[in-house]
């Protein structure tokens, strides 16, 4: 105890203490800060319903109508096809919160994969719509990189940045990230236009152009891709750039010039 | 002298090399002199100080890299198709200019290192002007004699900037495109002639085939040899002004206290050149900066979002996120004052750091010289400008990036430009008065701790039982150096009756002056310095502290 009390005064104490004070906010945080949310509701897991009707009634009902006729709360599933529940379901989106913000995230998702294809084939059978892609449509086999990035460039980049880095909407809507999205999950949204994105059905953008996009994607946002210049900073161009330079190039040069100031010929005193 | 030593030599041997080689430069250049009277001069020692030297050595990196770029790079505007060895732009149509910087990038041995070093020092060498600015504003190194260098170090930063944006539009990608465009856009918004620079610029319709080529002439030879010129003059200036230095003991205004250039400052500010260029190198092979490979390049038919400035172009960005989209339309004209005002703004607001130390010395009136650095919080009113405007400038560096704290920060983008409207008024004003305010705080603090000494954290119990805590009575090292500093009063109109009664008109420009200097040292403004007696008195002994 004396000797903290000794050095109470010393220079450096200040920032012992606010280093110390910050780590016990932060842990504390941590310890009591909420867990993530509730895991979806086990009864509707366990009741293993192997039919969409009956999950359908449980999880999206409420919202979307008892016959996907739609309501106040969400819209009419009529026609969106097994490919928009496949992406929405499948990307965790669906089921939303009830009360989300501007716009519903990506989430973890809640139901199996042959759960969702047991929703996505009751979907489609209220009305004609298109179909989950198979890997011969979203695969890179024959795919032109370098023309996917041209159409990237042209048709979604405005939103979603060069590499799909994702960018904002306006009132806090935003386009997300596309790195780490499954190729078939991005198929799934130029298909449908989920939310605020618009649709890009076959008719104006070709299967072909898709798989392009897909490929070039994967070329410069994919698990293997390589950044030939070091450290991405998020790829999201000048802004962490000038943050990067100003904290860790002009921080350390100030750094580097207190040190050799500090360090000055003996010749001044006796 | 030299002549003489040559007529009477000492030995009979052959003077040393080193000596013979001095003399026969002297002969012809007549350095010894020049060197005699500038290799010892003395120069201040503080950290701070050196903050110009990393903006100079980051130039001389900037200039050394880009001469090795421009050996490589095609400042042309022909459209080509890629066939180089960057798979995902593998045979699409791009300019010239990009397609030898992707060849720069991929092919040219060394080439993205270099390009990433320029690129990083050119960031540093902005972002270290503005710190070197901003130290010689809040010590009022401005001040008489310094005006014309803070003007020359203005012109520099302001020059930098444009350097910088040419610079980095050479590569002809989408990224940089979208801000040439941009600027074409501010430049068509000006009244009347707009749109003939615009044309004379572009040399037509943008973006027409050759602004890349006259980017690259005003970026490698038109400015930086203004700039080279400046820094020249700069340093002159530094040399004929000497030194300014922080008040101590043994220094006054009439001398410089540290050490000799040479062997000195020649030894350390050489070592510190290679250490500002390590950094940097070690920061260009760490981080990537401008991948123009993943930008693609430009076509005017597309843009991306998050498209920004480099840093120092930001605050431009902003004032136009932010300003509304007004216009004006009158007899088939149109006024967009949505892009006009910002870009008035972006003069006036840059405009005003470069008029500062006019409007400081006509406020004072004072027409010495000043060489002992004011330490801010002794110049409460000043200091409280300056963190005024560096608050506006920063708030709108907020607003160029405003989609990228929208989406980082998970708030709404028209929150965050409403944020940076208001905030660009008020956010100033808050800082002026709090800054004022912590200025007055610790020069209140200090006159405490000349009149009362040190707290010491010593608690000491009396013999009736009261507790006290002991103080250190400063040295008279310290006490000369909180005290060094000298307080204004406040201008005053003077007589305005004359000795005959008559009364003389009184200017309005005198009015504002008075008003002003009552602002700047008013008893609102200032903690008056303890005097003499006041610290007799407290320190002769009766009463306890």
């Known amino acids: ?270 | 002298m030299s002549t003489n030593e040559n007529t009477t030599p000492r030995s009979r041997g052959k003077a040393p090399a080193g000596e013979r080689v001095a003399d026969w430069a002297d002969g012809r250049l007549g350095i010894y002199s020049l060197a005699k009277a500038n290799m010892r001069k003395i120069f201040p020692d503080h950290w701070s100080f050196m903050l110009g030297e990393i903006c100079l050595y980051s130039f001389i990196i900037i200039i050394l890299t880009g001469v090795y770029l421009t050996l490589f790079f095609h400042p042309s505007m022909n459209e080509v198709e890629y066939h180089g060895s960057y798979v995902p732009l593998q045979g699409q149509l791009m300019s010239e200019a990009f397609s030898s910087t992707l060849h720069i990038s991929f092919d040219v041995r060394g080439g993205l290192l270099i390009r990433q070093i320029h690129h990083w020092a050119a960031v540093i060498f902005l972002a270290g002007m503005f710190v070197h600015m901003m130290r010689v504003f809040f010590t009022g190194a401005f001040r008489k004699p310094r005006e014309i260098n803070w003007l020359f170090g203005f012109l520099l930063f302001v020059l930098g900037m444009f350097t910088g944006f040419t610079g980095y539009s050479l590569p002809d990608d989408l990224l940089s495109g979208t801000g040439v465009r941009f600027t074409q856009g501010a430049i068509l918004s000006v009244p009347i002639v707009g749109t003939y620079i615009s044309m004379f610029l572009f040399g037509g319709e943008f973006p027409g085939h050759d602004f890349v080529a006259r980017f690259y002439s005003i970026h490698i030879l038109l400015l930086p040899g203004i700039m080279l010129g400046l820094v020249v003059g700069h340093l002159i200036l530094v040399f004929y002004h000497k030194h300014t230095q922080f008040a101590g003991p043994g220094r006054t205004n009439k001398n410089v206290v540290g050490m000799p250039l040479l062997p000195v400052y020649m030894a350390k500010a050489g070592g510190f050149f290679f250490l500002v260029f390590g950094a940097i190198a070690a920061l260009a092979g760490i981080a990537s900066i401008n991948p123009i490979w993943a930008m693609g390049p430009y076509r005017p038919d597309q843009v991306s979002t998050g498209a920004q400035p480099d840093w120092y172009m930001g605050f431009a960005e902003g004032l136009i996120r932010a300003m509304p989209g007004w216009e004006i339309n009158f007899w088939g004209h149109t006024l967009v004052l949505g892009v006009f005002i910002p870009l008035v703004l972006f003069g006036l607001f840059l405009g005003l750091i470069a008029l500062y130390p006019f409007i400081e010395s006509w406020v004072t009136g004072d027409k010495r010289e000043h060489h002992i650095l004011d330490r801010p919080r002794n110049a409460p009113t000043r200091t409280a400008l300056g963190v005024a405007w560096v608050t506006g400038y920063m708030i709108m560096l907020i607003g160029g990036g405003n989609d990228i704290v929208a989406t980082h920060f998970h708030l709404s983008i028209n929150a965050v430009t409403w944020f940076v409207r208001i905030g660009f008024f008020v956010g100033p004003v808050l800082a002026f008065v709090v800054t004022k305010r912590i200025c007055m705080g610790l020069q209140r603090r200090d006159k405490d701790k000349i009149l009362h000494g040190r707290e010491t954290g010593t608690i000491k119990r009396l013999p009736h039982g009261e507790f006290i805590e002991v103080h250190e009575p400063l040295s008279q090292e310290a006490l000369h150096t909180l005290t060094a500093h000298e307080q204004y009063k406040p201008a005053e109109i003077g007589p305005t009756v004359d000795e005959n009664g008559v009364e003389r008109k009184v200017k309005g420009s005198e009015k504002l002056r008075a008003k002003l200097s009552e602002a700047y040292y008013g008893e609102e403004s200032q903690i008056p310095k303890p005097t003499v007696e006041e610290y007799k008195e407290i320190t002769s002994g009766h009463g306890h502290h």
């Open chain 1, 1 to 270: 105890m004396k000797k903290l009390s000794a050095r109470r005064r010393h220079p450096l104490a200040a920032l012992v203490v606010l280093l110390l004070a910050l780590v016990c906010t932060g842990g504390l945080y941590t310890l009591f800060a909420p867990a993530g949310k509730v895991k979806a509701d086990e009864t509707a897991q366990s009741l293993a319903i192997d039919e969409g009707k009956k999950l359908y009634a449980v999880g999206c009902a409420s919202c979307h109508g008892t016959g996907g006729q739609g309501s106040s709360d969400g819209p009419s599933l009529v026609g969106v096809g097994a490919a928009a529940v496949d992406f929405q379901v499948g990307t965790g989106r669906m089921p939303a919160a009830t009360s989300q913000g501007a716009q519903v995230p990506k989430k973890k998702v809640v139901y199996t994969q042959a759960q969702i294809d047991q929703l996505a084939a009751y979907i489609s059978s209220l009305g004609a719509g298109p179909a989950v892609p198979t890997k011969n449509e979203y695969g890179p086999e024959g795919a032109d990189i370098a023309k996917g990035g041209e159409l990237f460039r042209t048709n979604c980049a405005q939103c979603h940045n060069f590499t799909g880095a994702g960018g904002a909407l306006t009132k806090g809507k935003f386009a997300p990230s596309l790195e780490g999205v499954d190729p078939k999950h991005i198929y799934e949204a130029m298909q449908t236009g989920p939310q605020n994105m618009p649709s890009f059905p076959d008719t104006t953008m070709s299967e072909q152009n898709k798989k392009d996009i897909i490929a070039y994607l994967n070329a410069v946002n994919g698990d293997e891709t390589e950044s030939p210049g070091g450290l991405e900073l998020g790829g999201l161009g000048p802004v962490s750039e000038g943050l990067f330079g100003w904290i860790f190039g002009l921080g350390g040069l100030i750094a580097v010039a207190v040190w050799v100031a500090a360090r000055t010929a003996k010749a001044k005193k006796s």
